[in-house]
Nanobody, 125 residues
């Protein structure tokens, strides 16, 4: 059974940092595109960051320069380092795994087959 489990969320003051982790089990995703998405209360889920098998990365404009996505294939884990957090970053953060290996970076939710349960990030002002 494939599972993605996020952790590392919590409450932080504006300007602070958090690192989210997404641990995969049930199969290896070392050659798959991995992504982070977020959903704020009352809003649709949106793309945040993605990383492909070659470690090429891409970010939403709203987080560019503040967030860093990375992966540790030995641990089958993807990370999202979030710095200079703002109240508007408050959301449930989800990690996801793309369906096929060796794909390019991808911002489209429909292409991601596996999803975690989400972890809450709250940034206070």
């Amino acid at each position: 059974q494939v599972q993605l489990v996020e952790s590392g969320g919590g409450l932080v003051q504006a300007g602070g940092s958090l690192r989210l982790s997404c641990a995969a089990s049930g199969r290896t995703f070392s050659n798959n595109v991995m992504g982070w998405f977020r959903q704020a209360p009352g809003k649709e889920r949106l793309f945040v960051a993605t990383i492909d098998w070659s470690r090429t990365t891409y970010y939403a404009d709203s987080v560019k320069g503040r967030f860093i996505i990375s992966r540790d294939n030995a641990k089958n884990t993807v990370y999202l380092q979030m710095n200079s957090l703002k109240p508007e970053d408050t959301a449930v953060y989800y990690c996801a795994a793309d369906t096929l290996p060796y794909g390019g970076i991808n911002t489209q939710q429909v292409s991601y087959e596996y999803w975690g349960q989400g972890t809450q990030v709250t940034v206070s002002s």
